[in-house]
């Protein structure tokens, strides 16, 4: 097992500049998720990490030595790419044996090795069959199983699910996060599925364009999202925004829009005249039944029933805003609804800069 530490690593192709300043610790025995859009450098991040990608400055170090200069095979971690990678020619066994033969390791071992992974990875029935006859779930845990054999001190995954239906991705996802567990073994896993991020992770690591935007646990970094990107980025439905500004009168403080005005903690009378966006998560607006302290006069733009609970699009003033209830509606597109934000889960973001205001703290 081990620790892995980045410092200022940056990557540039040529003249291209795809990875900048990226610093972030992983502890031994973490299971940290890379998470961001396509193209951020997930990739090319992870690759480094291995060791099949050189870094053009800074510093990676494993337990804390750094190995800058130390090439993939003596970094002792193993990958497992969205391709699985597997040998169409060899049977699971000889799949999942393979870089014990290279080393060169006594064929007793290596037949018990690959026995035990195969027992934890419910691979033992079908040692015998060749890739072709193994379903993409089946052949990920044949890849999962190499990696395992060698008794790496970190695992790297890339997109390990994304050849999979939804299903199964769902079955495997649990897998993974068990098999990390029961072998506590350092994991950093790459994914641009914002659920499999909020589920496996102790940690993410929100990445955007080269950068590292925040790192978190998943509920951190859901509550209390530094930025609006990441604030979009993880939750479904999305994170809804409202731009006003601030206003402070009476001693108490307001977000005002056209047509919206919503008490905010008077600590951020501070910020009073500052253009904002204000996040709502779709879960914490609420219908109401009562007019008063609160309420916003919407109307229905759209409904969709899913059986457990409604998601709604809300005109609210002008402004587009969804929502989900845990309830079925009466109403219909086109009627009236009043609605309240959960006052403990407004977000406001400086409109300018994108960042958090934290209440009480001067820009
Ligand atoms: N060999 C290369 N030469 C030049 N540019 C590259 C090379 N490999 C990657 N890039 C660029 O580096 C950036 C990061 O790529 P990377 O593959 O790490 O993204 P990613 O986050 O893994 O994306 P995806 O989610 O699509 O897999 C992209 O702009 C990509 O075009
Ligand atoms: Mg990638």
Do not use: W
């Not at 193993?78 to 169409?88: C, D, I, T």
């Not at 870089?99 to 079908?126: F, N, Y």
């Amino acid at each position: 097992m081990a620790s892995i530490k980045l410092s200022n690593v940056c990557k540039s192709y040529g003249g291209l500049e795809v990875m900048r300043d990226v610093s972030f610790d992983i502890e031994d025995g973490e299971f940290v998720v890379l998470v961001g859009p396509s193209g951020c450098g997930k990739s090319t991040l992870i690759r480094m990490i291995a060791g099949l990608e050189e870094i053009s400055s800074g510093e990676v170090m494993i337990d804390d030595k750094q190995v800058n200069n130390v090439s993939a095979k003596d970094r002792d971690i193993a990958m497992v790419f969205q391709s699985y990678a597997l040998y169409p020619h060899m049977n699971v066994e000889q799949n999942m044996g393979f870089s014990l033969r290279i080393d060169g390791r006594p064929k007793d071992e290596i037949r018990k090795k690959v026995a035990e992974a195969a027992e934890a990875l419910e691979l033992t029935p079908l040692l015998r069959r060749k890739p072709g006859q193994l379903s993409g779930g089946q052949r990920q845990r044949v890849a999962m199983g190499r990696a395992i054999v060698r008794d790496p001190r970190a695992f790297l995954f890339d997109e390990p699910l994304s050849n999979l239906d939804a299903q199964l991705r769902v079955q495997m996802r649990a897998e993974i996060t068990l098999m990390q567990k029961k072998y506590k073994t350092t994991t950093v896993y790459v994914t641009h599925d914002q659920v499999e991020a909020m589920t496996m992770a102790d940690r993410i690591v929100v990445l955007r364009a080269g950068r590292v935007e925040q790192v978190g646990t998943p509920l951190d970094l859901f509550d209390q999202p530094q930025n609006i990107f990441v604030a979009r980025f993880l939750g479904s439905p999305q994170m809804n925004f409202i731009p006003g500004v601030i206003e402070a009168r009476g001693g108490q403080c307001f977000f005002k829009a056209e047509g919206v005005d919503v008490e905010i903690a008077a600590a951020y009378a501070n910020h009073d005249g500052l253009a904002v966006q204000l996040g709502i998560r779709p879960s914490h607006v609420y219908r109401t039944r009562l007019g008063g302290e609160g309420a916003l006069q919407a109307k229905i733009a759209f409904l969709e029933n899913t059986g457990s609970e409604t998601m709604l699009k809300l005109d609210l003033q002008g402004h587009a805003i969804q929502c989900v209830i845990n309830e079925r509606l009466s109403e219909q597109q086109g009627d009236a609804m009043i609605v309240s934000f959960d006052p403990d889960c407004l977000h406001l973001f400086d409109a300018r800069t994108e960042q958090r205001l934290d209440a009480g703290v001067k820009k």
